[in-house]
């Protein structure tokens, strides 16, 4: 069974610097793109990043030039450094793996994280 694990989320002022990691766990093949989704209170889940595991990327313009998404194939990792955070950046992250292919080579699609929580103060 595949799962994500969240970790780095926190409480920072604004302007400050938070950066997120993902591991995806279980006995894995390979994995598709993986991204970065947040959900703020009373809204929708939107996207916020996303990286195939050719390391093509793609970006909220709302996040543009302060966000960076990266990926550790090797250790089945994405990451999302975020720089200059805003009160508007406050949300739940959740991380999502489109399709997941492990040892067993029955593919696993869309799975999602637990969610780590960022919390930007003014």
């Known amino acids: 069974q595949v799962q994500l694990v969240e970790s780095g989320g926190g409480l920072v002022q604004a302007g400050g610097s938070l950066r997120l990691s993902c591991a995806a766990s279980?006995?894995?093949?390979?994995?598709?793109?993986m991204g970065w989704y947040r959900q703020a209170l009373g809204k929708q889940r939107e996207l916020v990043a996303t990286i195939t595991s050719g390391a093509s990327t793609n970006y909220a313009d709302s996040v543009k030039g302060r966000f960076t998404i990266s990926r550790d194939n090797a250790k089945n990792t994405v990451y999302l450094q975020m720089n200059n955070l805003k009160p508007e950046d406050t949300a739940v992250y959740y991380c999502n793996v489109d399709r997941v292919v492990p040892t067993s080579f029955i593919p696993v699609f869309d799975v999602w994280g637990q969610g780590t929580q960022v919390t930007v103060s003014s």
């Open positions: 279980g006995s894995i093949f390979s994995i598709n793109a």
